[in-house]
């Protein structure tokens, strides 16, 4: 029996709402209350800031699923935004001259570098577009990625079945040298992509299938 025009047209939304991230199709309620989250983790300069560009991180960061962001609160993590430099901060002086991993032979220190993930989020305003001082896709996604994978993940980019997914797709986005080299990396450029917008997440499921697989899964 052929389904109806009305089945059909049901059947293939379905399919497309399956098939994206939860951020892509959220309503209006998810994002406020992964706003609500953010709003006790992120932590806003004092004095002058481009708050038009601070808030559009924020809005940003809301696309991640909110399973991730409460456990980020949970375990007390704080995303630090900032009008300066990283090393201009008092926690990352110790920082000042020293070559980042990955940077080597590129002239660049910590003093260049916009932003930090791992056991904190350090982002400087107005640098999330790819080229600005780095190569990620999304500067906050990209290290927020690294506070999940290292805090509610239980680094999970080390582990054996993401190291055997990274041997084989892990050259896939680009910046080989790089994004190549360092399984943390790749995961927290694929977690990038995968909820920056529908536009990347397409790209991370054409380019990287198995990738996809393992952060839609996750996310379950």
């Not at 797709?169 to 917008?197: D, H, I, M, T, W």
Request: glycine share 8%; proline share 3%; charged share 20%.
């Amino acid at each position: 029996m052929r389904p109806s025009k009305k089945l059909l047209i049901a059947i293939i939304s379905i399919f497309l709402i399956s098939s994206v991230p939860v951020s892509a199709h959220a309503d209006s309620t998810t994002i406020q209350q992964n706003k609500d989250t953010l709003s006790q983790i992120v932590v806003f300069p004092t004095g002058n800031y481009d708050k038009n560009e601070a808030n559009a991180m924020v809005n940003r960061l809301a696309n991640i699923d909110g399973k991730y962001l409460n456990a980020l609160k949970q375990n007390n993590l704080k995303i630090k935004l900032l009008s300066g430099k990283l090393t201009d901060e008092k926690e990352y002086a110790y920082l000042k001259g020293v070559v980042p991993k990955g940077w080597e032979g590129t002239g660049k220190t910590w003093d260049d570098v916009p932003g930090l993930g791992g056991s904190t989020v350090a982002l400087r305003i107005g640098f999330s577009n790819k080229g600005k001082g780095h190569d990620a896709i999304n500067l906050e996604l990209h290290e927020t990625a690294h506070a999940i994978d290292h805090i509610v993940l239980n680094d999970i980019s080390k582990s054996a079945q993401f190291k055997q997914i990274f041997a084989k797709e892990g050259r896939s986005l680009g910046n080989v040298n790089y994004l190549g080299v360092y399984p943390e990396e790749f995961f927290a450029e694929s977690f990038a992509y995968y909820y920056l917008n529908q536009d990347t997440n397409s790209k991370l499921k054409s380019a990287c299938p198995q990738t996809y697989s393992f952060l839609q899964n996750l996310a379950k």
